[in-house]
């Protein structure tokens, strides 16, 4: 009987002679060259190539590696105490430049701008005044009347050309600089028909004359105004410059001064040695470069506050002083020569003639402009003229109600002489007292502005160039502090 056999293998010749069983190969990707070893079998897959690292992560890994040892930290360390100490050198040299600039602007441009901006609203409404001083005068108009006249419209066109060359182009001020030189000729013009006509015996003259005071006092005097008011506000914008803090300089300079004494404690607790020559010349060149900026911004302040408080504020009172001076002389002469045609009606429903109202007025305002200027003069040689000053308006104001009375009573050729100088004590002489006064003042003031804010701006000198040259010279300490320890390492 034949029976199966119990052994599985499988029959000679059928399969290798071991009896583990052949794994299935894989089958090869589509699209890819099968690659085989030297038995045959199939490689794995190749792996693609790593992506080249950036240049920054590169350097950040040395700088990681590097922070690991004493003398990589050491490097770190001196580059950034470098790093502080020139950046709070550049910065207070920037700022100490921009506000030793300021300041030279408030002394040499600003200032001086602003006066003449004062100067041309003077000589305009001085001009205006003459020509009405003149028209009244007439045939008996003295060739010193009329050479005061023509010289304030001189100045005017001088003190006009000059404002426009500092001006920037398209600018307001600039554009009223314009309006003003048109303005100037047309008023002229007008003045010297009335003037003409006048002595001709025409009374149009009288309409020529008006016509150029109302140009002058509703066009070219406010026009002026608004150029005084645009170089004060400059003025006060170069002062606020001037006179900031450099903040970011200071606090670059604690902060360097803080990352100096830090290093030099690490050096200590590290190397029990007290000091490290090079970073101690480096903490010494940012103390004093700090130092420096803080006395020489005080200073400076301070003669700039007090070129202020006792020289623009004065000379801005004293300006508007000798303003309401010429206005109320030119209301005077115009009260004459108009003769009533122009009136004002009161709140109260009083009626009166235009120009002696303009002339009480600007009387009124002289006389606070004098209180003022009085009070913020600082010592006598500013205090005599303004008192001198306030003491010819009265007189000017005492004269001019007699004027007022001889006119009003149909006295008008006795009001004539009492205004124009025909008379034994006429206002004109009050006026002249008045005016020459304020020149006084205006001419101390001036000077004491510019003692004050050169001592201001002379006490920023050097401060930037010497920031800067104390600031490389702490720079090259500081690394030649660190370079000293590691030195110790080699």
């Known amino acids: 009987m034949t029976q199966t056999p119990k052994s599985s293998a499988p029959p000679s010749g059928h399969g290798p002679a071991s009896g583990a069983p052949t794994m299935p190969s894989v089958p090869p990707q589509p699209g890819l060259p099968e690659q085989h070893s030297g038995a045959g079998r199939p490689l794995p897959p190749a792996q693609p190539p790593e992506a080249r690292r950036t240049a920054f992560a590169e350097g950040f890994d040395q700088l990681r590696a590097a922070a690991t040892t004493e003398p990589g930290r050491l490097r770190i360390i ?47 409404a001085d001009a205006n005044t003459a020509a009405a001083s003149g028209y009244l005068a007439g045939l008996q108009e003295k060739p010193a009347m009329r050479e005061g006249y023509e010289k304030d419209i001189r100045t005017a066109a001088e003190k006009l050309v000059k404002a426009a060359a500092n001006s920037e182009p398209g600018s307001p001020s600039a554009n009223t600089i314009a309006e003003l030189s048109r303005l100037l000729p047309e008023y002229k013009g007008l003045v010297e028909t009335a ?36 170089e004060n506000e400059r003025l006060r914008s170069d002062y606020a410059d001037a006179k900031s803090f450099p903040w970011a300089a200071a606090g670059l300079g604690l902060l360097a001064l803080a990352a100096l004494a830090w290093a030099q404690r690490r050096n200590y607790r590290r190397t029990n040695r007290v000091l490290n020559h090079g970073l101690v010349t480096a903490t010494a060149a940012a103390t004093v470069v700090l130092l420096w900026l803080a006395v020489s911004h005080t200073v400076a302040r301070s003669g700039l506050n007090d070129s202020y408080d006792h020289g623009v504020r004065s000379l801005n009172v004293l300006h508007e002083a ?44 002289l006389g606070k402009a004098l209180a003022r200027a009085e009070g913020l003069a600082d010592d006598s040689a500013g205090e005599k003229p303004v008192q001198d000053a306030n003491g010819f308006m009265k007189i000017w104001k005492d004269r001019h109600n007699l004027a007022r009375d001889d006119n009003n009573s149909g006295n008008y050729q006795a009001a004539r002489d009492r205004v124009i100088g025909a008379a ?53 300490g500081a690394v030649l502090g660190i370079g000293r320890r590691l030195s110790e390492y080699r």
């Open 78 to 124: 001196g580059a950034l105490l470098a790093l502080f100490v020139v950046a709070f050198g550049a910065v207070a040299a920037w700022q100490m430049t921009e506000r030793a600039a300021a300041a030279d602007d408030v002394l040499n441009r600003s200032q001086p701008l602003s006066s003449d901006a004062a100067d041309i609203y003077r000589s305009l």
């Open 195 to 230: 003037r003409a006509n006048n002595r001709q015996g025409y009374p149009v003259g009288g309409a020529y004359l008006r016509a150029a005071n109302e140009m002058m006092q509703q066009k070219m005097l406010p026009a002026a105004e608004k150029l005084y008011q645009t």
């Open 322 to 365: 000798r303003i309401a001076s010429l206005t109320a002389r030119s209301d005077e002469n115009m009260t004459l020569v108009r003769r009533g045609a122009d009136s004002k009606t009161l709140d109260d429903g009083t009626v009166m003639d235009a120009y002696e109202w303009g002339y009480d007025q600007q009387i009124d305002q």
């Open 424 to 476: 034994k004590e006429p206002t004109s002489v009050c006026f002249d007292n008045v005016d020459k006064a304020l020149a006084t003042a205006l001419e101390h003031e001036q000077s004491e502005f510019k003692q004050a804010a050169s001592d201001g701006r002379d006490s920023l000198t050097g401060l930037p160039t010497g920031a800067a040259v104390l600031a490389v010279l702490g720079a090259a």
